[in-house]
């Protein structure tokens, strides 16, 4: 079959499953990389493109074609799997041996926490400012069957803006920062 021919929501299954798909594939690679020319280089380069990535993903209007989309979340989705296994194995081999169970510990806590406070900020800012949009567009007269889609795209791309490009630009400035021991 034609890609035209596949409904819409499998085809955004299809969207959603990309990231984890991606990432599955190419942490491993990274990985074995990282073990050949350190973790710097692909930290560096997997946050740059993730930041990348989240901004052209803050872009995204309502008439954006779906390849699009596609693309945006590819480029988000290997600049993580090009971070993950890196900074994981940097972090490992930062500790000592008798505390790695811990340093371990300590990563999947941050990582889920990271992951359930940014889900918790982007999810109450996109609920805050497609609210605020949606007054916005009423009070200009904008046709009410529209201002429901104009006022969530307006707050997706604030909250995409405003929470992942700031934390993966931290994350970017960090690893910059980071030296290897010597």
């Known amino acids: ?36 020319v350190g973790f710097r280089p692909l930290t560096i380069s997997g946050m740059a493109l993730t930041s990348g990535g989240f901004f052209l993903l803050s872009r995204l209007t309502a008439t954006s074609p779906l390849e699009v989309v596609i693309a945006y979340l590819f480029i988000a989705s290997v600049g993580l799997a090009l971070f993950e296994a890196p900074n994981m194995s940097a972090i490992m081999g930062s500790a000592p041996r008798e505390r790695q169970g811990t340093a371990s510990a300590m990563v999947a806590i941050s990582r889920q926490g990271g992951m359930t406070l940014g889900l918790a900020a982007s999810g109450s800012l996109l609920g805050a400012r497609q609210r605020t949009h949606a007054s ?36 970017l400035v960090t690893a910059l920062a980071t030296r290897p021991k010597r």
């Open 136 to 171: 916005f567009l009423a009070a200009a007269g904008a046709d009410p069957a529209t201002i429901p889609q104009q006022a969530v795209v307006a707050g997706y791309q604030e909250s995409i803006l405003w929470v992942a490009v700031p934390v993966s630009l931290l994350a």
């Open 1 to 36: 079959d034609d890609w035209t021919d596949i409904p819409v929501l499998k085809k955004a299954g299809l969207a959603c499953a990309l990231s984890p798909g991606l990432r599955t594939g190419i942490s491993p690679l990274a990985g074995w990389l990282s073990d050949r």
